[in-house]
């Protein structure tokens, strides 16, 4: 059964049971305990709820102890289903999408609210936001009418059933990322600061940088003969060029090739510098409260359909900041991430049984190496690599060629994505979120930017090279994340009515936070859900997706 909710700002709301397909199937009741209500239907029947966002409505409920099974996120389906009609990146809210259902003009999307530290929640018992426009229509009945049209356009899909499952998986995914956000990632704050105080000294009375900042930006200065501000490239570059030395830029990769006595200063002043400003005292005190960093997740954050945060920077916290993430007493992690997924990922679309084979067991290269490079891994791995991310030139080419040259249908599939984009085409994962068109600059980490375009197709060969490169690899990434989300949605569901906790999800990594005498059952959970998500996706494949699993105290001991 769907149950469509519409929340009140005054803790109330509105609900209507409906079929699967929309219709309804009994009158609007109204609701003066919009969280009571949810609690009671949870407990009579887990139906799956209709609303317009999970971010605007379910934290909520989990602040007062309701955890739901099952919801349908108009928000995130309306992305998926415009980026597959060819609209990616149009409003998604609840009023564009029945602005462009009913023909009127098409509001923009409300601004992002900023990232609320922990500590700081806003007084309204729903995240309604600012007064949306009207809708001219009852907000209920505009809700359902949305829904319906969203499930014709799923039906006209060109495999509905794969656009059904991301459409679950995805909305899946948003109730995950608020009860992450929620548990929060346990933390010491003692150990961050003791980490602080060991790599960059005491923290300036002042405000400004800490002790072993001030002494290498002196340091820094002697080295050059002159006073430079070393967190400015620009004032680097020309350090360097009065010293005679021509750089492109100053990152690592680049200094690392340099011969000055600076240039261990800065290699070591730039990443002190990272940590203080990303992860510093500010950021301890800002973001963890109570024992527990709570970010905000945002499923699809990212065209891959891989996820981001809002203010925290969770999925960038360096390791020796996870130092300070630390189970809590007779609690233990159990860190699980999946290795070489993207070449899987590859073998296992594909259809290359050749490949599938080799991906059969626990390291893929040296199977690659055994069937087709004359035991040579590494070649193996730069051919895999290289037939993924578009290095195709070059020192790889040898190998590509024997990639080719026996594992031809994996090859195939990557080409031909690349040639749809090169021609300024759209490519889809395997259960159908859509690349953006190319007249969208990308900047996503994993891929390599692409510059906007005119028209349909790239502006210059360059332009359209890029975008093939992005496309090659759009494929295998954004399918790589919905196995990611499926093993999430199926480990979230074994998780129920246990005290275990899903923490902290990164790309395929996830970490789960359970008492110790629950650790090696619930590695066993972690596998079963990955080979669930195998299944889910793939049907009877040779492929597996092997899990690297750890069980520490400490999550930086994982690695």
């Known amino acids: ?171 899946a995914g948003g109730l995950v990322a608020a009860e992450m956000s929620r548990y929060g990632l346990p933390w010491r704050p003692d150990v961050h600061d003791r980490l602080l105080t060991e790599m960059l000294g005491e923290p300036s009375p002042v405000g400004g940088p800490p002790r072993r900042l001030a002494e290498l930006t002196q340091a820094i200065d002697e080295a050059f003969g002159q006073r430079i501000h070393p967190d400015s490239p620009a004032e680097v570059l020309r350090a360097f060029a009065r010293a005679g030395i021509q750089l492109p830029s100053t990152r690592a990769w680049v200094l690392q090739r340099v011969e000055h006595p600076a240039v261990p200063l800065l290699l070591e002043y730039k990443e002190l510098y990272r940590i203080w400003v990303a992860h510093g005292w500010s950021w301890l005190e800002q973001w963890v409260r109570g024992g527990r960093f709570r970010a905000e997740y945002v499923p699809g954050g990212v065209v891959s359909g891989r996820w981001a945060t809002r203010g925290g920077g969770a999925l960038q916290i360096p390791k020796v900041v996870r130092r300070a993430v630390v189970a809590d007493p007779g609690w233990t992690f159990v860190v699980a991430d999946a290795g070489q997924l993207e070449p899987r990922i590859l073998a296992a679309v594909s259809g290359d049984r050749r490949l599938a084979e080799a991906a059969r067991g626990g390291d893929l290269y040296a199977a690659l190496a055994a069937d087709a490079f004359a035991g040579d891994r590494a070649r193996a791995k730069v051919a895999l690599l290289g037939a993924m991310y578009g290095q195709t030139g070059g020192q790889a080419a040898p190998a590509l060629a024997a990639l080719r040259r026996f594992y031809p249908r994996a090859w195939e599939y990557v080409e031909q994505a690349a040639r749809t984009g090169r021609a300024g085409g759209l490519v889809r994962s395997w259960l159908g979120r859509t690349c953006p068109p190319g007249s969208v600059a990308i900047r996503d980490e994993a891929f390599e930017p692409v510059s906007a375009e005119d028209g349909d197709g790239p502006r210059t060969d360059a332009g359209a090279r890029a975008r093939g490169r992005f496309t090659r690899n759009f494929v295998i990434q954004a399918t790589a994340a919905e196995w990611a989300l499926a093993l999430l949605a199926r480990l979230r569901t074994a998780l129920a009515d246990t005290p275990a906790q899903l923490v902290f999800f990164q790309h395929d990594e996830v970490v789960v936070h359970c008492p110790k005498e629950m650790a090696e059952a619930m590695v066993a959970t972690v596998e079963a859900a990955a080979d669930d998500a195998r299944r889910l996706l793939f049907g009877d494949t040779a492929v597996r997706f092997p899990l690297g699993v750890a069980t520490v105290e400490c999550y930086a001991d994982a690695k």
Request: with cysteine.
């Open 1 to 171: 059964m769907l149950v469509a909710v519409h929340p009140d700002v005054s803790g109330g709301g509105r609900l209507r049971e409906l079929s699967d397909d929309g219709e309804p199937l009994g009158p609007v009741i109204e609701v003066a305990d919009l969280t009571a209500a949810v609690r009671a239907r949870e407990a009579a029947s887990t139906p799956r709820w209709l609303w317009p966002a999970t971010a605007a409505i379910y934290p909520r409920l989990l602040e007062a102890g309701v955890r739901v099974e099952r919801c349908h996120d108009l928000e995130l389906v309306e992305a998926l289903l415009l980026g597959y009609e060819g609209r990616w990146g149009a409003p998604r809210a609840l009023p564009a999408a029945w602005a462009r259902l009913t023909g009127g003009p098409v509001p923009p999307d409300p601004p992002a609210r900023a990232a609320t530290p922990p500590g700081e929640a806003q007084e309204a018992l729903f995240d309604t936001g600012p007064p949306p426009p009207d809708l001219g229509a009852d907000p209920l009945e505009v809700l359902v009418r949305v829904y319906q049209a969203q499930r014709d356009r799923i039906a006209a899909t060109a495999d509905p059933r794969r656009m059904r499952l991301l459409v679950a998986a995805e909305s």
